[in-house]
């Protein structure tokens, strides 16, 4: 395979021994992936002996990876290769795995499940087959018999705790399969976490990540150049698995996926913040819509300033914290009068800039024509029409807000009628939620692992068609204001859904992946083959750290872990975890004062 390739003319390279000329050269050639680096004197940058594997197609062609700092310090053993756990695509579901990464340990009996401080059990992330790893790796420290388990607690990563965020195990042989303890909560960042829901199933969410077997693949120390096509020998997808376009999944394929759907709406439209968020995020308004913003920034600016200029610690007091605070009510209350004036008057500078944008251009084509200059002509004639257009479109704003304004008897007449408006809103979601409630008990009757009929969930997906609501909005591009209808929208919390009961269901046995649409498939297999964070899972070897190698107090590299969608589980934003041991420790076997933290 190309990536064994790749390691062994690496590999040459990296273990022969260098004078002169060769040494200089070969220096060079295993230091190119750090692109900041420049070359020591003396040295002339190479291409790199090695033998290339095959080009990938286009689509899958490697991408530029962000510029590296070197190695903070020498490191305290020399490292001549890594171990990728390279996720099986497609399963070989004809074999027991020996490793493993998400699902449950195996573990002795007698074998504690670690605990984070206090008793809070860790979330299991892969068990490893010590037996297939190569001699030189971690330049020859470590056990090569047993298996090495990786426990991480997921809720440290997320409130950036002090306390440690992963312990590392070493067991002498295989056991019995471990059910996820009590007081494991769910993890699965890349779903919306339906737990979060009183009322819920407990079984409604597994605790647990999805099961996938990897293969413990040797490959060079630095890794930094790998991508899902070198590393699989096959096309990539240089997609996530979360991408946009989803995959041609138009309902969910069980109740549990349709389960989850509903208890997502029921959260999302029945929450004590939905009135914040619905008004935070810019979609609804109870109160007058102000049209001069900028305005209202510079006066509030130059406000705030006074008010610190008269308090001894300026800024830096509560009492200044209460009165900006009084200080931006008391603005709104006092641009309440006069709002409709404004809209018309920032619409009248808005014109008058783009009418003078388009006196420019205009010049500009008199000045191309007469240079006989086409491509400033062609760019000149383009801006001409935007800007006329655009022109067009402020006019008819103004036109529309006459139109507006008019059907109501004064400002508070209009302002009025958006609070109510707006306030019905609000009291459809908390009905809708209600009602919701009722749909998600009925599912919750259901056999959860049991395929959904398409008439059921059509029914299901009529009933929340039928929830409809309206409220004010002032756009983001004018100060137009517009009463739109919503309806109640389930399709990303859908796709969600789907992927994970289609990821579910790949793997976890060859029948449930052999009922699949084969398009589905071929869509899917490319995307499980991309490195999500352009880093792989890794043992040992050079970090692979966007922010130079924090291996500085005589660690190495225990384990490497990137955020993965296939297995379900999102470091902080889409990050990495890193482990490093003393390697004192390591050839003890001791893995009790393992060092992990999050990049993020």
């Known amino acids: 395979m190309a990536i064994l390739k790749w390691l062994f003319s690496r590999g040459a390279d990296a273990e022969s021994s260098e004078t002169g000329d060769d040494a200089l050269a070969g220096a060079s050639a295993r230091r190119r992936n750090f ?18 594997p095959a080009a990938p197609s286009p689509a899958a062609a490697p991408k530029p990876r962000s510029a590296k700092k ?12 890594s171990v990728i756990l390279r996720r099986q695509v497609p399963i070989r579901f004809d074999e027991a795995p020996g490793s493993w990464i998400g699902g449950l340990p195996r573990m002795p009996a007698g074998t504690e499940w670690p605990r984070a401080k206090p008793k809070k059990p860790l979330h299991f992330v892969a068990q490893l087959d010590c037996t297939a790893l190569p001699p030189e790796l971690w330049g020859g420290l470590g056990p090569r018999t047993g298996w090495l388990l990786l426990f991480v607690d997921f809720e440290a990563i997320d409130e950036e705790s002090r306390r440690p965020i992963a312990r590392v195990l070493h067991v002498p042989e295989l056991g019995p399969e471990v059910p996820a303890p009590a007081g494991l909560y769910f993890a699965r960042r890349d779903i919306f976490d339906v737990d979060r829901l009183p009322g819920t199933l407990p079984d409604a969410q597994r ?16 890794t930094s150049e790998l991508t899902g096509s070198i590393l699989y020998d096959a096309p990539e997808n240089d997609l996530i698995l979360t991408a946009s376009d989803g995959f041609p999944l138009e309902r969910p394929m069980t109740w549990r996926g349709a389960y989850t759907i509903l208890a997502g709406l029921v959260l999302s439209h029945g929450s004590a913040g939905f009135e914040s968020n619905w008004q935070g995020n810019g979609l609804g308004m109870l109160d007058y819509p102000e049209p001069d913003i900028n305005g209202f920034n510079k006066e509030w600016v130059e406000r705030r300033e006074r008010i610190a200029a008269e308090l001894p610690r300026g800024y830096h007091c509560p009492e200044f914290t209460a009165a900006d605070a009084k200080l931006r009510t008391d603005m709104y209350e006092e641009r309440r009068t006069g709002w409709q004036a404004r809209a018309f008057r920032v619409l009248a500078e808005e014109i008058a800039i783009d009418e003078g944008k388009l006196a420019e251009y205009r010049t500009g084509v008199a000045e191309a024509r007469a240079r006989g200059d086409q ?11 935007y800007f006329e257009k655009k022109i067009a479109q402020h006019h008819e704003n103004g036109a529309y807000l006459k139109d507006l304004f008019a059907q109501y008897p004064g400002e508070e007449a209009f302002i009025a009628e958006i609070n109510r408006v707006g306030r019905a809103h609000i009291d459809w979601a908390k009905r809708s939620s209600e009602t919701l409630r009722t749909m998600l008990d009925r599912a919750a009757a259901m056999d959860l692992d049991a395929p959904i009929a398409p008439a059921d969930w059509d029914d299901i997906a009529a009933e929340i068609a039928t929830m ?9 591009d004018t100060r137009l204001l517009r009463k739109i209808e919503v309806g109640i929208s389930y399709h990303t919390l859908l796709g969600d859904a789907a992927r994970e009961e289609l990821l579910d269901r790949y793997a976890a046995s060859p029948s449930s992946v052999d009922a699949f649409d084969p398009d589905i498939i071929a869509n899917l297999e490319p995307r499980l083959r991309h490195l999500e964070t352009d880093r792989a899972h890794k043992l040992g070897g050079c970090i692979d750290s966007y922010y130079g190698d924090p291996l500085k107090k005589g660690h190495i590299l225990l384990f490497q872990m990137a955020s993965d969608g296939a297995t379900g589980w999102i470091f902080g934003d889409l990050g990495l975890i890193y482990v490093s041991i003393d390697p004192a420790d390591l050839a003890a076997g001791s893995f009790e004062n393992v060092r992990a933290w999050l990049e993020a």
Do not use: C, Y
């Open 35 to 52: 692109a900041n680096l420049a070359p020591e004197e003396g040295e002339t940058p190479v291409a790199t002996p090695m033998e290339a």
């Open 70 to 81: 070197p190695p903070a310090a020498t490191p305290a053993v020399a490292e001549s290769i």
């Open 207 to 222: 605790q647990h990540f999805r099961k996938w077997p990897v293969d413990l693949v040797p490959a060079p120390a630095d």
């Open 375 to 385: 491509k400033w002509l062609n760019d000149n004639e383009s801006w001409i029409e």
């Open 468 to 476: 409809k609501s309206s409220f004010w909005q002032k756009t983001f």
